[in-house]
């Protein structure tokens, strides 16, 4: 769809004026459609009064009321208040649907008359006039009244009034200011739009255009205008049956000013450019369906692209630097910079000391090779800011399969890369913790004997000492090193310990709703697509003194646990509120209580009872090491908190947690030991 | 004087701890795992157990919690120096509050270990065994 859309609205110079050149095209097929339909009824018209004034006796004949009334009906099918008027012989007005007695007007001068005097064909077309009697400007259709021998007895004339064709053109975009016009095959002008008044009586024989129609009966030229001086883009084309020729213009100017400013105008209306170039064919030119359609469809795309949640970016490939051609609503967003801002100016700008130079010159040279490509990188916002750009970038083809842009679909990846070097850096802490407390076992309980009997051998001594006959001189001081040593053995691990676990002591107070969406989003991460995961965070921005680490191990556990229980499937309901506990000593402090609730399989009393025994599993082997629950139940006691869980089999289980949001009294410290 | 059952997987901590208790006065009977613990608390009279959590082919928690269960006023102490799996101060919060006289993170001076027997002993029913003096 952005490929779609950007190829329409971003085009290389001459692919802007290829593509008027299309659009006059298309407007000229149209015109001359138009005018070949109006003027065919108004020679039926004409046919049909011809016949009227032959029953009546003539042109000399007319006069009476009944005459008017039967030429008026027949004029009321001419379009848009157009008028028929007859004329006998000499040139003299017999009738006029306008004017009843019609007024004393001799047409006798008039190229209309004097060329069915001449015996033109019928019928015939003259050129724009401005109305003897209306003031009206008017381009008249014409048959001949003739007698059994083919004499001129007179001349029945329609006269068409321009600003009806004019009138039509006008409901084109006015930011395009077309030129359409209608002419005789001889150059003389019908209809123009721009400017018709300064056209009226002139003859274009010489233009570019008629010495083409010759031997091409349509096309397009690039031609200076007589009228105006204009250089346009100008589509002619033949109509069909009649001596007349349409144009279609565009000027130069005006194409390219709409294609160098195009990416911006899009954004500021909201439609795409390609739309903006079609509706050329859009309101009052229900001829043209198909042009109806692909405006339309422009501007869907051009919508749906503006509305992207991703920001999309189009550069242009013809230019030494990826300058920027268009760049939607969410490129604003996430960069700072304004379309128009940007527009013009070399993508690179995104660039900065941290992007890695080695993408940046390979995304050249695939983007050099005409290949897809995608690549991250860190980028800079306006304000100098850096995100995580995940950008997909392609070549935008023309028809001939040229590259004339590169459309990039940028992702801002900044949250996922904060929340995977998290995720890493908690990996890690855990390993490490893991492997810390793997060795710290095996030392400590080396240690034991080493402590316990230089000790006991030193105590020993001392008591024997005082009655003289304890240790050899020197080895009393021996043991004390070495009890010396073994404490000082007993710091360097517990330090180690202490660095492992420096990520889940509780530097600070942590908000806990956000702590625990973070861990739920992190959860999300490893669990499957079909658990759906729902929180309800109600504490606010209520804190507690506990570790994140901690937190988010208490909820990976259980939600993985939920998610076994549910055979990989269903909804987990997290919930986060405040509330109140009891402490040792019947007081009332404030906790937070946390419930993660399954619908899985549950389990009966008898489990129930047992399921925070470290290595107690349901779980099939190799499914889980029964030690999740028990860490979970370890973290709790930990916090000096509470965990209770209710389960009906078949039904699904609860764990409800509660954690003191002042944390424990000193004397609950854990362990009776310095560490 | 008391009647104390020691559980460790680790040889030189039973004899080095055992060697300590004696020497104090104590009667130690020693055990390498829970159903040797089990067997001894069967056969013998014994006034307060001091285990050890990580335990190939079963766990000091477990034992704990079982000797809580059966056995009410026997005092047990459980004792760390840290797991493979879960850190050290987890376990131990879940083995103080799951019943646990007193914990205690090795290695140990001898000291702490006295004064954490003295004052389980002492806590035990009256009537029963007082606290040896040395």
């Known amino acids: 769809m952005a490929a779609g859309t950007a190829r329409s609205l971003l085009i290389e110079r001459a692919e802007a004026l290829r593509h008027h050149e299309s659009v006059t095209a298309d407007s000229a097929r149209f015109v001359a459609e138009h005018a070949r339909r109006t003027i065919e009824s108004a020679d039926l018209v004409l046919r049909q009064a011809v016949e009227a004034v032959a029953e009546r006796g003539g042109a000399d004949r007319l006069g009476s009321d009944a005459d008017w009334t039967v030429l008026t009906r027949l004029a009321a099918h001419l379009p848009d208040k157009g008028f028929l008027w007859v004329f006998d012989a000499e040139g003299n007005t017999r009738l006029a649907t306008l004017d009843h007695p019609p007024p004393t007007v001799n047409v006798a001068d008039r190229s209309y008359f004097q060329a069915h005097e001449a015996g033109a064909a019928d019928p015939h077309i003259g050129p724009a006039v401005h109305g003897r009697a209306s003031g009206a400007t008017i381009f008249t259709v014409s048959r001949a009244l003739r007698d059994g021998e083919g004499r001129l007895t007179g001349v029945v004339m329609a006269g068409l009034n321009v600003s009806y064709f004019t009138g039509l ?139 992207s949640s991703n920001a999309i970016l189009v550069t242009d490939a013809t230019a030494d630097e990826p300058r920027v051609l268009y760049a939607n609503r969410a490129f604003e967003t996430l960069t700072g910079y304004t379309a128009e801002e940007i527009a013009g100016r070399s993508a690179r700008i995104l660039y900065g000391p941290e992007t890695d130079e080695r993408i940046v010159a390979m995304v050249r040279a695939a983007v050099d090779r005409d290949e897809t490509v995608a690549a991250e990188a860190v980028n800079y916002r306006k304000d100098g800011t850096t995100f995580h750009n995940r950008a997909r970038i392609a070549p935008v083809r023309d028809a001939e399969g040229r590259t004339v842009a590169h459309v990039a679909v940028l992702w801002d990846i900044t949250d996922e890369r904060r929340r995977e070097a998290e995720e890493r850096q908690r990996q890690r802490m855990e390993a490490l913790g893991q492997l810390a407390g793997g060795i710290a076992h095996e030392i400590n309980n080396l240690l034991q004997p080493i402590v316990t009997l230089a000790d006991l051998n030193l105590k020993q001594a001392g008591q024997q000492g005082g009655m003289r006959g304890g240790m050899p001189d020197g080895v009393e001081e021996d043991f004390r090193d070495i009890l010396d040593s073994a404490r000082q053995c007993r710091e360097v691990v517990g330090a180690v310990l202490a660095f492992a676990r420096r990520e889940s002591r509780a530097a600070e107070p942590l908000c806990l709703a956000e702590a625990v969406a973070a861990a739920l989003a992190l959860a999300r991460n490893g669990l499957p697509p079909t658990i759906d995961i729902r929180s309800e965070l109600r504490s606010g921005e209520a804190t507690a003194p506990i570790g994140r680490t901690e937190l988010t191990q208490l909820l990976m556990n259980l939600l993985t646990n939920a998610a076994d229980a549910m055979d990989g499937a269903g909804t987990v309901t997290v919930v986060l509120e405040l509330a109140e506990a009891e402490d040792g000593d019947g007081r009332h402090r404030p906790c937070f209580r946390l419930s993660v609730r399954d619908h899985g399989c549950g389990m009966g009393e008898a489990e129930r009872l ?39 089999p078949g039904r699904g289980t609860m764990f409800t947690i509660t954690i003191p949001a002042t944390g424990p009294a000193p004397d609950h410290a854990v362990g009776a030991a310095p560490a | 004087m008391a009647r104390i059952l020691l559980v460790d997987d680790m040889p030189m901590v039973r004899k080095s701890v055992g060697r300590l208790l004696r020497t104090e006065g104590h009667t130690v009977a020693e055990a390498s795992d829970s159903a040797e613990a089990r067997a001894i608390l069967e056969a013998e009279s014994i006034d307060a157990v001091l285990v050890d959590i990580w335990m190939p082919g079963g766990n000091g928690l477990e034992l704990m919690r079982a000797l809580r269960a059966e056995r009410p006023g026997l005092p047990v102490v459980v004792m760390s120096g840290g797991g493979p799996q879960a850190p050290l101060e987890y376990s131990l919060a879940v083995a103080e509050a799951d019943g646990a006289a007193a914990v205690l993170v090795k290695p140990f001076d001898n000291e702490q270990l006295l004064q954490v027997l003295g004052r389980v002993l002492d806590r035990r029913v009256p009537g029963q065994h007082s606290p040896g003096q040395h």
Do not use: C
Not at chain 1, 202 to 222: C, K, Q, S, Y
Not at chain 1, 617 to 640: A, F, N, Q, Y
């Open chain 1, 169 to 307: 053109y006008d409901l084109l975009d006015p930011r395009l200011d077309p030129l359409l016009g209608i002419y005789r095959s001889d150059g003389a002008v019908l209809v123009r739009r721009p400017n018709m008044e300064a056209a009226v009586g002139m003859i274009m024989r010489d233009a570019p255009v008629f010495e083409r129609l010759r031997n091409h009966p349509a096309g397009t030229v690039d031609a200076v205008s007589p009228v105006d001086g204009v250089e346009r883009i100008v589509s002619y084309r033949a109509v069909p049956g009649l001596p007349l020729v349409v144009i279609a213009g565009v000027a130069r100017e005006e194409a390219l000013a709409e294609w160098r400013g195009r990416a911006v105008r899009s954004v500021r209306f909201g439609i795409g450019v390609g739309a903006v170039l079609l509706a050329l064919a859009a309101a009052g030119w229900a001829g043209l369906r198909r042009e109806d359609r692909l405006a339309r469809r422009n501007s869907l795309l051009a919508t749906a692209v503006e509305a």
């Open chain 1, 610 to 648: 047992r399921i925070f025994e470290p290595f107690f599993t349901t779980k099939p082997p190799g499914k889980g090491t029964g030690m999740g629950l028990s860490v979970v139940h370890g973290i709790v006691r930990s916090w000096h908190g509470t965990i209770a869980v209710d389960s009906t």
